[in-house]
């Protein structure tokens, strides 16, 4: 079993940034995919990043690529997501997830944190 606490959402301005924390407990992520999912008000859950714990191996939606980054800590059990150039669309609740393997369906992650608000202002 896996459980996962996300942190570091909050309230920012556009152009800004924040780094998101996704710790886990329960077991380490050895043979885990670690993905992160956002939901805003109305919409569907969409992937936006995700990793390999094991090789370290990232995807990246095409929304987020070259404004957000993933990565993680083996020490810390808690993989992140560094988000830069806000924009006002990227408001949302955040999730991580642990699945077999990299995937941008929600299907495939068996572990879900509780999320945590980002919000970005125009």
């Known amino acids: 079993q896996v459980q996962l606490v996300e942190s570091g959402g909050g309230l920012v301005q556009a152009g800004g940034s924040l780094r998101l924390s996704c710790a886990a407990s329960?077991?380490?992520?050895?043979?885990?995919?670690i993905g992160w999912f956002r939901q805003a008000p109305g919409k569907e859950r969409e992937f936006a990043a995700a990793?390999?714990?094991?090789?370290?191996?990232?995807y990246y939606a095409d929304s987020v690529k070259g404004r957000f980054t993933i990565s993680r800590d083996r020490a810390k059990n808690t993989v992140y997501l560094q988000m830069n150039s806000l924009k006002p669309e990227d408001t949302a609740v955040y999730y991580c997830a642990a699945g077999a393997f990299i995937s941008i369906a929600t299907r495939n992650y068996d572990y879900w944190g509780q999320g945590t608000q980002v919000t970005v202002s125009s």
């Open positions: 329960g077991r380490t992520f050895d043979t885990y995919a």
């Open positions: 990793t390999s714990w094991s090789s370290g191996t990232t």
